[in-house]
């Protein structure tokens, strides 16, 4: 079976559709599994979910999905995002805040071989982790071999040398296949929303339960759309131009 991977949509439905048609495509949209962070920033949150929700999917919810719902303060979030909270909060339907709400479980610890947590396993909500001492640390923290994680938009991947030994990161190219073996991972697809690694396309990834490989995927998606709906909402322009940079 091929899963959908998918983190950081950010409520920008352009992206989300092309990456949804990717997956088709590739014969892995029949089930996804998600890693939060599904509104903030963007214009089209009940969009989004509602095109979440049409698959059979796993989801844990990212610190923006917790801003809305009050279970993180508001006051951990910069102006740009709080102002896209805030506009969320007054547009969102009451069946999606409820299903928001009800994504209870911050960290999905055995999903198959796999521990989803949209930050890290030390801290499923807010930690960054973005280099090989702090994932050293986090390799104890979970059982199983391999773990999800996003939140800092950048696709990447830790690789423990041996148990317990050091950590090797590498930032895999677009269409990179990572062969599941013995080494314990955790990895990073980066945001189908809002990428941060200086390359604006879309971020996804793709897990072949078979061929026990985990792909890396890039692809363009109609940016100046998902900007056009932001200006005619008057989000903030730093998050409307840097979609156009991927940062
Ligand atoms: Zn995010």
Redesign the pocket.
Known sequence: MRIGIVS?I?ANLAAFETVIAALRQAGAADRLWCIG?MV?YGPHPNECLDLLRDFDHVCVP???DYGLLGKTPISNFNNDARFALDWTATVLRPDLHAYLDGLDQPWLPDNGQFTIVHASPRDPIWEYLLNTGDAHECFPLFATPYCLV??T?IPVVFRETEPGGPVKLAQPEAGEAVRLGESRLICNPG?VG?PRDSNPQAAYAILDQEERTLTFHRIDYPIAVTQAAMRALNFPKRLISRLDFGY
Request: charged share 15%; proline share 0%; aromatic share 0%.
């Open positions: 950081d950010h962070d903030g990212g610190n923006h996003g939140h938009h945001s809002q």
